[in-house]
């Protein structure tokens, strides 16, 4: 997202690891989730090379944007085709804007009308059609059969409000607790 800080807003975020914004709306300071619980837990601020613009990189919990999306910046003006990069995160994106915005001619609006049953009944039959490809180990049917799993699963996770970060941060944890073990094994 983009906000505007002055050295206040700086300062609170500093002190208190939660990102602060000047609102130029509402004239005042505004802690980012105080009324949402969307909020940004800070890991770094760097600054530009001129001094004047701040990079925050934050441990988004929630959504950052007000319109339900992870990012604000979720709408492309321009691209080149061959530079885009379609990955777990903007798929996760795409279902959430499906959630938030239902189109009748939607598969992932009507899975998720249907319900975390239908949802759920949908894993177990992918899951099974991966295993069955890789026991003929097929490489084209497992690259489709799994995709048609991590769709389907994304589409629990929005359901129930878990983001792929969750899950990035319990494989980062268990990864960090892997190697800490290995260490004292050592």
Not at 35 to 49: A, L, Y
Not at 51 to 57: G, K, S
Not at 67 to 74: I, N, P, Q
Request: aromatic share 8%.
């Amino acid at each position: 997202m983009l906000g505007y800080m002055n050295e206040e807003s700086l300062k609170k975020t500093i002190e208190t690891g939660t990102t602060w914004f000047w609102s130029r709306e509402r004239q005042r300071l505004w802690n980012k989730g105080e009324t949402s619980g969307n909020i940004q837990k800070v890991k770094e601020i760097r600054v530009d090379c001129d001094n004047d613009a701040l990079l925050v990189l934050v441990e988004q919990v929630g959504v950052a944007c007000h319109t339900g999306h992870l990012s604000c910046f979720f709408q492309k003006l321009y691209f080149k085709e061959e530079h885009t990069r379609f990955n777990l995160d903007t798929l996760y994106e795409v279902i959430l804007s499906r959630k938030i915005n239902p189109a009748e001619s939607s598969y992932t609006s009507k899975l998720l009308r249907e319900g975390k049953e239908r949802i759920l009944k949908k894993i177990g039959e992918e899951a099974v059609e991966v295993l069955l490809a890789g026991m003929k180990e097929n490489l084209d049917e497992v690259i489709y059969e799994v995709s048609d799993l991590f769709y389907h699963t994304l589409v629990l996770l929005a359901s129930l409000g878990v983001t792929p970060q969750d899950i990035y941060r319990e494989l980062e944890r268990r990864h960090r607790q892997r190697q800490k073990d290995n260490s004292i094994k050592s």
